[in-house]
């Protein structure tokens, strides 16, 4: 069985600075990895998807990167902003069985101003 | 944004009565999901479909049922509502199961 972990729970970093956040899963076997991001009360945005033949993806401040064989993902954000302030949650689609998304609990990121 | 709606946007019902969800999308993705989101537990899977009447239970199932008669819709079911259920329920698409996954805003469902 698929296992997703976003570790740290929580993360709290002054405006300005550059971060990385992690997530790990169990089973290499995957179709790709998606990043969301989840602001309190509201509906999960697509920030990232890479496929598992991709190394990694960027999309303006954001960059993710995935080694699928040790099974870990990184999303790397730069110059941090408060309005960067949410869960960032992180998911998984597996080749075998069902398609569908595997996901981590998400690291809440607060960005002091 | 993808054209999701959810539908309703918050529901307060008591225990033992049915309720129903209403995702549409205007996508045309064949792969529709309906998560629950609870702290603690992240977002489970609780029913899913790959087409029109063709659909699978996720890890949450239980005393859930879905219904998918036309692309757009997929509506789920609680026959009869538990204190357990209450939660937010989020709706996916997807293009097909390995593509970019798109969610709804999301049901807050609340079971005194």
């Known amino acids: 069985k698929q296992e997703v972990t976003q570790i740290p729970a929580a993360l709290s970093v002054p405006e300005g600075e550059n971060l990385v956040l992690n997530c790990s899963f169990t089973?290499?076997?995957?179709?790709?990895l998606q990043w969301f991001r989840q602001d309190p009360g509201k509906g999960l945005t697509s920030l990232l998807l890479?496929?598992?033949?991709?190394r990694e993806q960027t999309s303006g401040r954001l960059n993710a990167s995935l080694d699928k064989s040790s099974g870990r993902s990184t999303l790397y954000i730069a110059a941090s902003q408060p309005g960067d302030s949410a869960t960032y949650l992180c998911?998984?689609?597996?080749?075998?069985?069902?398609?569908?998304?595997?996901f981590g609990q998400g690291t809440r990121l607060t960005i002091n101003p | 944004d993808a054209g999701i709606t959810q539908s309703p946007r918050h529901k307060v019902t008591e225990t033992g009565t049915p309720v129903t969800l209403r995702c549409h999308q205007t996508?045309?993705?064949?792969?529709m999901y309906w998560y629950r989101q609870d702290p603690g537990h992240g977002l489970r899977l609780i029913h899913y479909?790959?087409?029109?009447?063709?659909?699978d239970k996720g890890e949450v199932s239980d005393g859930y049922s879905v219904s998918r008669s036309k692309t757009e819709d997929f509506l789920l079911t609680l026959e009869s509502a538990t204190s357990s259920q209450t939660s937010v329920y989020f709706c996916?698409?997807?293009?097909?199961?390995?593509?970019?996954?798109?969610f709804g805003q999301g049901t807050r469902l609340t079971v005194v």
């Open positions: 996916a698409i997807s293009q097909t199961g390995d593509t970019e996954a798109f």
């Open positions: 089973d290499s076997a995957i179709y790709n």
């Open positions: 890479i496929q598992s033949s991709q």
């Open positions: 998911a998984v689609v597996g080749t075998g069985g069902a398609q569908k998304l595997v």
């Open positions: 996508e045309n993705h064949r792969y």
């Open positions: 479909s790959y087409g029109v009447k063709d659909t």
